[in-house]
Structures are given as C-alpha cells and as structure tokens.
C-alpha cells in the first residue's frame, strides 16, 4: 500500500511534466514556423534566367533545425510550408497556394523540411560532442553541406522542370546563391550559438540530454557545449 500510495503522486508528476514539454514543443514549433513566415515578407531578389529571388527564408530555416533540432525543427518548416500552399501569402513576394509548386522556386521549396531535418540532425550530433571553435564549425559545415546536398540540388531540378531550363542552365542559375547561403549560414550558426549559450536546455526534447555525460557537472557541460 505504501508503495502504491507514493508512486500515484510520482506518476501524476512524470504526466504534468511530460504535458508541460509537449506544449512547450508545440509553442517552439509555433514560434519558429511564425519567425520563418516573417523572414520570408522581406522584399526577395530575383536573379538568375528564372528570377528564383534570393530570400533570407533558408537563413530561418537553418536557424529552426540548428536550434530546436531535427524534429520540432523539421515540424516548424513542415508547418510554415503546409499553410503557404494552403493559400496563406507566407511565402516569398507574399505568395501562397498550391500554385508555386508550378513555379521556378518548386524545388527549394519542397526542399525546405528535410533541409531543417538535416541541420537539426547535425545540430542535436554536434552539440553533444564539440565545444569552442570546433562546434562552430562542426554546425557550419554541417548546415552549409546539408544546403548543397538538399537543397541546391531539388532547387536545380525544379527549375528545370518548370522553367524549361536544362538542368546545366539550372546548375549554373543557381551557382548565384552560393555566396549569399555561405553567409546566412555562418549568420545562422552565430545565432544559434548565441541561443544555446542563453538557454542551454533548448535542444533538449522531453528529458533527451544535449550533451553526452562527462566528468564536469551537467550545469558546466552544457553551458561548455554551447560557448564559442
């Protein structure tokens, strides 16, 4: 009897908890799908033969996966990309609708959830195992090549597709974002750091540590994984 008398109020403390981190999940996933949706208002460049515009859109994103991780990161753009083709005007020059997937920025665009995925995966690993300068530029490398491998590639194909480029005209149109992802990557990666130096405890996913146990106390190590 006694036994079962204190494991209730234990397990009704293990619900409450597991309950507070969802919704705090669920609030993030919010917050960051409403931050990429105000990344993507500012006025885009169009360059190149099919006027793909250069947007900070893949800045935020980068920024989702960097801090929240690969799913509630992944879930925040899956948000954000559901209700622009839902119709909302979220999406760069305030468009929406089912409509862009017709469009020269098809591509990019359906490449924007497995991008975060991608970083967030690199993210949650890094994190765990670099402090200083290395985890710089563990996160950097990581978010850059997660880019080039993601997103580059399905934004080239889908302006082939649907700019009737071939896909060496497409290759080469979009050798004009390189020089601005390189930046907003390293810009993302700054602030992501910068985020987890204030709240160390963000990557951290209903009880999941972000920092592999070592001998320092876990206070010091997180606060260590998150230094520049």
């Known amino acids: ?117 991608a970083v967030g995966f690199v993210a949650r690993w890094a994190i765990r195992r670099f402090r200083g300068t290395k985890l710089w530029i563990a996160l950097f490398i990581g978010a850059l090549g997660s880019s080039l491998l993601l997103n580059h590639p399905l934004g080239i194909l889908g302006m082939s597709i649907n700019a009737d480029l071939p896909l060496g005209v497409a290759a080469v149109a979009d050798l004009a974002y390189w020089p601005g992802d390189i930046i907003k990557n390293v810009l993302a990666v700054s602030v992501a750091l910068l985020i987890h130096r204030a709240f160390p405890d963000v990557l951290r996913r209903r009880g999941v540590p972000t920092v592999a146990p070592t001998a320092r106390s876990a206070g010091a190590g997180a606060e260590g994984a998150a230094a520049q």
């Open 1 to 117: 009897m006694s036994h079962a008398h204190t494991a209730g109020p234990a397990s009704a403390k293990s619900s409450q908890a597991n309950s507070a981190g969802r919704a705090g999940d669920i609030a993030l996933i919010a917050v960051f799908a409403a931050l990429l949706a105000a990344f993507a208002i500012m006025p885009p460049i169009p360059v190149g033969p099919a006027g793909v515009p250069i947007t900070l859109q893949t800045f935020a994103i980068a920024l989702c996966g960097l801090v929240l991780g690969p799913w509630r990161g992944g879930a925040a753009v899956l948000l954000y990309v559901v209700l622009g083709l839902l119709g909302l005007p979220i999406f760069s020059g305030m468009s929406g609708g089912i409509g862009v997937l017709a469009g020269p920025s098809a591509g990019y665009i359906t490449s924007f959830t497995l991008y975060a995925l």
